[in-house]
C-alpha cells in the first residue's frame, strides 16, 4: 500500500508465474529477466525485423540466451531426476503436464523433438505471454482506471463474482460483461497483433501493386478496429460496443486482436480466460489509481505495441 508500481513489468512477472505455474509446474522468476531480454532481441530482430541481426551479437543478448540455456539444462535435469530412463507412465497421484508431454515426445520420436528444440520448447510457456498477455494486462489496467464509469461497473461485477465463491469457466464471461467488454475495447483500441507477416508464394497484382515473389507482406488487420464505418467514434473508449444488438465487433474483418485466418493466435483461448481472471481478481483485491491520477498513456512499439514501461499505478489500498 502506497507504492507506485510500473505495470508492465509487474504484468510480465505475474504472467510468467502464471504460466509457468500452470504448464510446467513451477515458476522460475529469478530467470524472468533473461527471458524478457531474450525474447525482446528475437522479437526485434527475428520475428519483427524492425533490428538488423548483428545486434545478436550484442553481450547483453549472449548473457540472457546463456541463461535461457541454463533454465533448459536445469528442466532437463529436474525431469530425468523424477524418471529416472525417461519411459515410465505417469503415477496415479502424478498430473503430466506440457513439459512431461514434450519430454516424453523427445525421448520416445527423437525425431520429432530433437536435443537442439528443447531450449526452444521447454522455455516457450514462460515466453508465451510474455508480451502479448503482459502489454494486454496493462493496457486493460489503464483503460478501466482512467473511466471512474466503467472502473464503478467492473468493480460491482468482480464484487458480485468472487462472492459466489468457485468460478466456473463455462459461466465466466456471462457474470462480467462489462470487464469483458472492457478487455475487448482495450484489445481494439491496444492491439498487440497489428499486422501479419507473409512472404509472397508467386507474382501477383493486388489493386495495381505489383508483389514480386518472395516479397514480405505485411497485412494490416488491425486497422479496421480504428475505422469509422465498423466502430462509430473509433478512439471513444466504449465498452457496450460488443454487446447485442451492437455486437460491432462482429463485422467481418472488423476485429482481429488475435490475428486472423488458419494463423490465428494458437494461445487464444488460454489467454481470454487467463487475462479475464487476472484482471476479475486485480481490481478485486486491490484499490488502484493512475500514477499521476491525470496520466494519458504513452505506448512504446519495439518489439510489439504496448503501453510504455513507464506507465504506474499507485496501490491505495486493498479492496477485498
Known sequence: VGQSVQVLPAMQYM????????????????????????????LNVLVTRQRPKFLLLRP???????????LKEKMVADWYARHPNGQEEPGEDETPNLIDDIMRAHVNQPEVIPESDLAVTLTGPYV??????????????????????????????????FAEGDIDESQLFAKIPALQGAIMEA?????????????????????????????????????????????PEPQRFDIDRYAKPRAEHMQSGAYSPYGRGPHTCL????????????????????????????????????????????????????RH
Open 15 to 42: 504472467v510468467t508465474d502464471q504460466l509457468g505455474t500452470i504448464l510446467t509446474g513451477s515458476a522460475p522468476l529469478e530467470y524472468v529477466d533473461a527471458i524478457r531480454t531474450n525474447i525482446l532481441y528475437i
Open 60 to 70: 547483453e543478448y549472449k548473457k540472457a540466451r546463456r541463461r535461457v540455456f541454463e
Open 128 to 161: 508465451a505471454g510474455l508480451d502479448t498477455v503482459a502489454n494486454t494486462t496493462a493496457a486493460i489496467t489503464y483503460c478501466v482506471l482512467k473511466y471512474p464509469e466503467v472502473r464503478r461497473r467492473v468493480y460491482e461485477e468482480v464484487d458480485a463474482l
Open 187 to 231: 484489445m481494439r483500441l491496444y492491439p498487440i497483433a497489428v499486422a501479419q507477416m507473409r512472404t509472397a508464394t508467386k507474382d501477383f497484382v493486388f489493386q495495381g501493386c505489383r508483389i514480386r515473389e518472395g516479397e514480405m507482406l505485411y497485412v494490416a488487420t488491425s486497422v479496421p478496429h480504428f475505422m469509422e464505418e465498423f466502430y
Open 267 to 318: 494461445g487464444k483461448s488460454l489467454a481470454e480466460v487467463q487475462i479475464a481472471l487476472s484482471m476479475a481478481r486485480l481490481f478485486y483485491k486491490l484499490d488502484l489509481e493512475l500514477d499521476p491520477p491525470d496520466y494519458t498513456l504513452k505506448t512504446k512499439t519495439a518489439p510489439t505495441p504496448g503501453p510504455s514501461t513507464q506507465f504506474k499505478v499507485r496501490v491505495k489500498g486493498y
